[in-house]
């Protein structure tokens, strides 16, 4: 009868959102399906129509195929886009499915906090009133934005606006964070790891209803999202339908914290390094720095061409340095998935 939606970001941010909230939803209601998938908003906002019409129908092709059931939306961004793309899928936020089922907040103790409605959100009045009325029922001092409810402005994710002006983005992400004092509740996962990779405390609903309240923990890397969605899958696959996963063996990578901010700054992913390395290391295509006893090579990985320095360590390899450019090199053919042909 119903199907839990959680989005492609709120396992990334932390699995347990997702593996929690779905064993409180399956104690209420036995028969909720989970479906773990991507929305379909990057290929959209960055112009692909192609790709995001193909979404639309696998989506709509599962939903239907589980007897059209009830969505369960994670993420206000995928309710706001089903319900204009996909309008026959009809549904409702997950905190407005606890408020009703009678699930309670843990206990506020006074705590003072602003809740920051994501701009989504903006027409889904009922879920703005449900969200408050659990928090100060679970004893939370609620002090008013300027901006909240239908007045509600965006915290710089939507529209892949960091990709695209990330200045802008810097700028807009102090705005809305110095709007008061104190700290923001919210119901989206992508404004709670904006705000907490700013320094901004902030909760997300579900870590006061699941009990995992913790103000200041720090967003994952752009690398540590893409394998929490792996890992919330393998666990899940296991817990539920008693299936291990099979897991691609990938050689490990050491980095200083400098140089792993540095990647997760420049959007470089931990995976891009390591075909960089198994393409040079394939090939030969290498240069061999005598003085550091490093190697330098690159690859094209899609419209990008991206840098490794690194050196063999304990089995794996130590990155020194990475970079990449939206570029391509002439002598280079096209990349094709993982498989590089080369003119040698």
């Given at each position: 009868?119903?199907?839990?939606?959680p989005?492609?970001?709120?396992?990334?941010?932390?699995?347990q959102?997702?593996?929690?909230?779905?064993?409180?939803?399956?104690?209420?209601?036995?028969?909720?399906?989970?479906?773990?998938?991507?929305?379909g908003?990057?290929?959209?906002?960055?112009?692909?129509?192609?790709?995001?019409?193909?979404?639309?129908?696998?989506?709509t092709?599962?939903?239907?195929?589980?007897?059209?059931?009830?969505?369960?939306?994670?993420?206000?961004?995928?309710?706001?886009?089903?319900?204009?793309?996909?309008?026959k899928?009809?549904?409702?936020?997950?905190?407005?499915?606890?408020?009703?089922?009678?699930?309670?907040?843990?206990?506020?103790?006074?705590?003072?906090?602003?809740?920051?409605?994501?701009c989504?959100?903006?027409?889904?009045?009922?879920?703005?009133?449900?969200?408050?009325?659990?928090?100060?029922?679970?004893g939370?001092?609620?002090?008013?934005?300027?901006?909240?409810?239908?007045?509600?402005?965006?915290?710089?994710?939507?529209?892949?606006?960091?990709?695209?002006?990330?200045?802008y983005?810097?700028?807009?992400?102090?705005?809305?964070?110095?709007?008061?004092?104190?700290?923001?509740?919210?119901?989206?996962?992508?404004?709670?790891?904006?705000?907490?990779?700013?320094?901004?405390?902030?909760?997300?609903?579900?870590d006061?209803?699941?009990?995992?309240?913790?103000?200041?923990?720090?967003?994952?890397?752009?690398?540590?999202?893409?394998?929490?969605?792996?890992?919330?899958?393998?666990?899940?696959?296991?817990?539920?339908?008693?299936?291990?996963?099979?897991?691609?063996?990938?050689?490990?990578?050491?980095?200083?914290?400098?140089?792993?901010?540095?990647?997760?700054?420049?959007?470089?992913?931990?995976?891009?390094?390591?075909?960089?390395?198994?393409?040079?290391?394939?090939?030969?295509?290498?240069?061999?720095?005598?003085?550091?006893?490093?190697?330098?090579?690159?690859?094209?990985?899609?419209?990008?061409?991206?840098?490794?320095?690194?050196?063999?360590?304990?089995?794996?390899?130590?990155?020194?340095?990475?970079?990449?450019?939206?570029?391509?090199?002439?002598?280079?053919?096209?990349?094709?998935?993982?498989?590089?042909?080369?003119?040698?």
């Amino acid at each position: 009868r119903y199907i839990f939606f959680p989005g492609c970001q709120m396992g990334a941010s932390d699995p347990q959102y997702v593996a929690k909230s779905y064993r409180l939803l399956r104690e209420h209601m036995p028969d909720t399906a989970l479906l773990l998938d991507c929305c379909g908003a990057p290929a959209l906002w960055s112009g692909d129509a192609g790709l995001f019409d193909e979404i639309c129908k696998d989506i709509t092709d599962k939903w239907t195929k589980l007897g059209m059931p009830v969505f369960i939306f994670g993420c206000p961004t995928c309710r706001e886009l089903m319900n204009e793309h996909i309008p026959k899928i009809k549904g409702k936020m997950i905190g407005d499915t606890f408020y009703e089922l009678g699930v309670k907040a843990k206990d506020g103790k006074g705590m003072e906090i602003s809740v920051f409605d994501p701009c989504s959100a903006r027409k889904l009045h009922d879920t703005h009133q449900n969200v408050r009325n659990m928090l100060t029922e679970a004893g939370f001092v609620l002090r008013p934005l300027e901006y909240e409810r239908e007045r509600a402005k965006c915290c710089s994710w939507g529209g892949q606006i960091s990709i695209a002006n990330p200045p802008y983005t810097r700028w807009l992400t102090e705005k809305r964070t110095s709007e008061n004092i104190y700290p923001y509740l919210v119901y989206c996962t992508n404004c709670r790891d904006i705000f907490a990779e700013a320094g901004k405390p902030v909760l997300h609903i579900l870590d006061v209803i699941l009990g995992m309240v913790d103000r200041n923990r720090k967003p994952p890397t752009y690398s540590k999202r893409r394998r929490n969605r792996e890992l919330l899958k393998e666990a899940l696959m296991e817990e539920l339908l008693g299936k291990k996963a099979t897991k691609e063996k990938r050689p490990q990578l050491f980095m200083s914290k400098e140089i792993g901010e540095k990647l997760h700054k420049e959007k470089i992913l931990e995976d891009d390094i390591i075909d960089v390395i198994d393409f040079c290391e394939r090939t030969g295509r290498k240069i061999l720095i005598p003085e550091l006893d490093h190697f330098i090579g690159y690859c094209e990985i899609g419209h990008m061409t991206c840098w490794a320095e690194y050196s063999p360590e304990n089995g794996g390899y130590r990155i020194h340095n990475a970079y990449s450019h939206r570029m391509k090199i002439e002598l280079e053919e096209v990349w094709h998935g993982r498989k590089q042909k080369v003119d040698m």
